[in-house]
């Protein structure tokens, strides 16, 4: 009922740039946290950055300083913005809220479908 739409990746040099969006869309309550995971061939999926309703947010090490993850809670989105990329950094990127339909209803994991981001020259 809840989708999750990514959008924002490609290919990127070095040290380049990119910008992240995932929009929720459906009947949705509320969504009480939205995040970043990120998965890289050979390696376990990587919880990249966070922010909850309260405005908590996290960031793994390897990204502090280098990505910042924002919410526009009017529009069920979140954005990150990737600074400074390197080659580590290509994975597939997915999108993941906990979402709430209704008031008082336990919140649910729904996931996007994907975004490649490739770092190369």
């Known amino acids: 009922q809840v989708q999750l739409v990514e959008s924002g990746g490609g290919l990127v040099q070095p040290e380049g740039s990119l910008r992240l969006s995932c929009a929720a869309s459906?009947?949705?309550?509320?969504?009480?946290?939205m995040g970043w995971y990120r998965q890289a061939p050979g390696k376990e999926r990587e919880l990249v950055a966070y922010?909850?309703?309260?405005?908590?947010?996290y960031y793994t090490l390897s990204v502090k300083g280098r990505f910042t993850i924002s919410r526009d809670n009017a529009k069920n989105t979140v954005y990150l913005q990737m600074n400074n990329l390197k080659p580590e950094d290509t994975a597939v990127y997915y999108c993941?809220?906990?979402?709430?339909?209704?008031?008082?209803?336990?919140?649910?994991?729904?996931w996007g479908q994907g975004t490649q981001v490739t770092v190369s020259s």
């Open positions: 993941n809220a906990e979402a709430q339909v209704t008031f008082g209803a336990s919140g649910y994991d729904v």
């Open positions: 922010i909850t309703n309260g405005g908590s947010i």
């Open positions: 459906g009947s949705i309550f509320s969504i009480n946290y």
